[in-house]
């Protein structure tokens, strides 16, 4: 008698403990009023202390390999993915505490989990708007699931906000003994595009690249946290009397440490980069830049109404100061998509590979205009040099070399502009459907 192989016949299931007329509720945790209020027949929210559920209409809802399903009706036949959307607000640690986990605060029903373990369902953690990917936070993943609850790491999905995750997970993986058959899949998903996307889709949006005006600026950086890489840049823009040449945001206090700019610089750096006290105190004097006097993080990140953009159509190039640049997990925040839809050139400052992972996105570069080895550079300090390097160069061009760039670099701006108008939840959810597929046997 021939072994019987289970047969993959989509629709998968996507899984809700608490549906309404508008849709699921979060399965994180046990709905609040709130939550009743949001989905609703004719009702809303406004609270911003509502963590509401987007995941289903974000990534799920317009995909035919999908559908909409509560707990009740799953059975041992169905493929299935329960999902979990876990964010700052509580620490991530605190997610996957033996027996005070998000199983144990969402009261997850056991049928779910049997068939998870027995069947053909997946646990899906939704975590793109962090990259959370660090050993301890491995490790608190792999001994919540495998050890404490038994279920096979192959049936948890990880949907997370670092684009070089896979790659980090697997050495993880390899330094600690884990065979291929029992590591979760790994997915990265660069949420803010979805938001960058929606509103480069907006109609009447879409701007003009002029070709035959040079901007009053060379560059444009926004900054709002103290992050050491973003100090150093400024520092070294100020070396290459760049600053004043620049857009160049930067408080004189951090709005959430309250630590003031001039106990930042990192003395190793500084000595590295060559850049001395005369700098720092030139730069402080200046302080604080401010472009536009938003103060609201959610304008500030999505810039719905596209209000910054006389300051990129007022600069030539986007200097994009990444989350990470000394770490090892690779994140593409807002601040790597927005210069997209205003049809800016830029230069990443950023992990190293973060060019890299933009191609591999479809977004084009400037390699024929700079030189970006800067992104292949694993060293960070060399690497922030490399760019400085890079700037000073550009700082050096006159109007005719600007006006040249400008008309070359035109058919590239139109095709970051469209590719970013492709929402890349959309193809996350064939990226879920395929990887579910490769794990049937």
Not at 206 to 233: I, Q
């Amino acid at each position: 008698m021939l072994p019987i192989f289970p047969t993959f016949k989509p629709p998968i299931k996507v899984v809700y403990s608490w549906i309404g007329p508008r849709g699921p509720i979060i399965n994180t945790e046990l709905p609040n009023i709130l939550a009743y209020a949001c989905v609703a027949e004719g009702a809303a929210t406004t609270s911003n202390k509502f963590w509401s559920d987007d995941l289903w209409w974000r990534v799920f809802s317009q995909n035919n390999n999908f559908t909409l399903a509560p707990t009740w009706n799953i059975n041992a036949h169905d493929y299935f993915i329960y999902p979990y959307t876990i964010g700052w607000r509580v620490e991530f640690r605190n997610h996957f505490a033996a027996n005070a986990g998000i199983f144990e605060f969402s009261h997850i029903p056991k049928s779910i989990i049997h068939h998870v373990i027995c069947n053909k369902g997946y646990i899906l953690i939704d975590c793109t708007a962090e990259a959370w990917v660090r050993p301890e936070q491995l490790n608190q993943m792999h001994s919540y699931f495998s050890h404490f609850n038994r279920i096979p790491m192959k049936k948890i999905i990880y949907l997370n906000g670092c684009m070089n995750s896979e790659k980090l997970y697997n050495e993880w993986c390899d330094n600690n003994g884990i065979g291929a058959d029992d590591r979760m899949i790994m997915i990265p998903l660069p949420i803010s595009q979805s938001d960058i996307s929606r509103n480069a889709n907006s109609p009447n949006l879409e701007p003009d690249y002029n070709t035959e005006v040079v901007p009053e600026k060379l560059f444009l950086c926004w900054n709002r946290r103290f992050r050491l890489h973003r100090t150093m840049l400024a520092l070294g823009l100020e070396k290459s009397n760049l600053i004043d040449r620049s857009y160049y945001s930067m408080g004189k206090v951090d709005p959430e440490s309250l630590n003031d700019f001039i106990n930042t610089p990192d003395p190793h750096w500084m000595e590295r980069l060559a850049i001395d006290p005369l700098h720092i105190l030139k730069f402080t004097q200046k302080l604080p830049l401010v472009l536009d006097n938003e103060t609201d993080i959610v304008k500030m990140c999505g810039d719905h109404d596209s209000a910054a953009r006389p300051f990129y159509q007022n600069s030539l190039v986007s200097l994009i100061t990444e989350t990470n640049f000394s770490l090892p997990e690779l994140t593409l925040t807002e601040k790597s998509f927005k210069q997209f839809k205003e049809k800016h050139p830029f230069i990443i400052v950023g992990v190293n590979g973060a060019l890299k992972s933009l191609r591999e996105l479809g977004f084009m570069t400037f390699s024929e205009f700079w030189d970006e080895s800067y992104d292949e550079e694993p060293d960070a300090i060399s690497r922030l040099r490399k760019i400085i390097e890079v700037c000073s160069e550009i700082g050096s061009w006159d109007n005719e070399k600007i006006l040249d760039f400008k008309r070359k670099v035109k058919p590239i701006v139109q095709h970051n502009y469209n590719i970013v108008k492709v929402d890349l939840s959309r193809k996350a959810a064939d990226t879920i459907k395929n990887k579910i597929k490769e794990t049937i046997k």
